[in-house]
């Protein structure tokens, strides 16, 4: 195993994971294939983009002679994938990139790899296959019930890489995480959105009660897990990378005014998102089974990560422009308006 691929290395948790890799194995050639939409950053790529063991190409998973052309180039033996539209969000308003990056853009991506004989193929999903769970812990078996059109083009590109183990043999193997948190985390997310926005006396938008649970983990530990699973990981099967640490967004959201030293009126409870789920919670026995263990606990993680943004303006606020300030108009006018008066 010696070059690697890593589709939406440009991104928040791919890149985390290229620059552990890059870092940790010199002997291995790790080549970032990123189409480079609002959320690939080359900036994070910043720590190892002069490693000699380090190669970028940008492309679309979705275009078979890119993908093609840069398996060839690099003679790639293991994919990664971490390429995906991930806001929910942004699904409820434009779901069409969705499927195709989600769904087709993973089928074209097996399609390759198959072609080219690939010796393994990591995908990296997520714990909103299982939906909304409303109490215990969901295990790898459990059946899928995506709620956002996000999850269910999630879903989508999971099973197609479990159809491509079962009908072609291929070596696969898929993480499910939780929900991520830490440095170069893209503002639209609760943590860094409400972070930069408290940074700014700006409100926090928090939806609905703000009692929906969601499992925080450290990117980190998240791309430690991915790093476990290419490693051990059996053909075939898919594990859970959770971070044991459930919270209600109302109490994140409080911890953040308290790092920052922000007074509780900056919280807005403005109308829900539609189909929000109340609860995702994983257990991760089979991971940890594997040799997987975190580094991080929410605490010092989060105020790492608040420090993070503190001291990093200069990674946040060219990105709060243009097209995001569009987004932030679509998502946020009307609601803030609503409870604003
Ligand atoms: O669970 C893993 C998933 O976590 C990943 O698969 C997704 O790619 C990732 O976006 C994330 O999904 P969530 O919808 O849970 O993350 P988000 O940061 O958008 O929201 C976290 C919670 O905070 C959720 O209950 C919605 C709420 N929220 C979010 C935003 C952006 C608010 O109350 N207000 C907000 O403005």
Known sequence: MKNIMVTGGAGFIGSAFVRRMVQKYPDFRIVVFDKMTYAGNLDNLLPVKDSSNF?????????????????????????????????????????????????????????????????????????????????????????????????????????????????????????????????????????????????????????????QVRDWLHVEDHAGGVETVLMKGVAGEAYNVAGENLQYNIDVTHRILKLLGKPESLIKHVPDREGHDRRYAMNCDKLRALGWQRDYNFDSG?????????????????????????YYKQQYAARLAAVQG
């Open 55 to 211: 190669a970028f190409v940008q492309g679309d998973i979705a275009d078979r002679e890119v993908v093609r052309g840069a398996l060839e180039q690099y003679g790639i033996d293991t994919v990664v994938n971490f390429a995906a539209e991930t806001h929910v969000d942004r699904s409820i308003l434009s779901p069409d990139a969705f499927i195709f990056s989600n769904v087709v853009g993973v089928h074209i991506l097996l399609e390759s790899a198959l072609k080219h004989k690939i010796e393994r193929f990591v995908h990296v999903s997520t714990d909103e296959v299982y939906g909304d769970v409303e109490e215990g812990f969901s295990v790898e078996t459990d059946p899928f019930a995506p709620n956002s059109p996000y999850a269910a083009s999630k879903a989508g590109g999971d099973l197609m890489v479990r159809a491509y183990h079962i009908t072609h043999g291929m070596n696969t193997v898929v993480t499910r995480g939780s929900n991520t948190y830490g440095p170069y985390h893209y503002p639209e997310k609760l943590i860094p959105f409400f972070v930069t926005e408290a940074l700014d006396d700006r409100p926090l938008p928090v939806y609905g009660d703000g009692k």
């Open 302 to 326: 989060l105020e790492a990560t608040v420090g993070w943004y503190k001291a990093n303006e200069w990674w946040w606020r060219k990105i709060k422009t243009g097209e995001y300030l569009e």
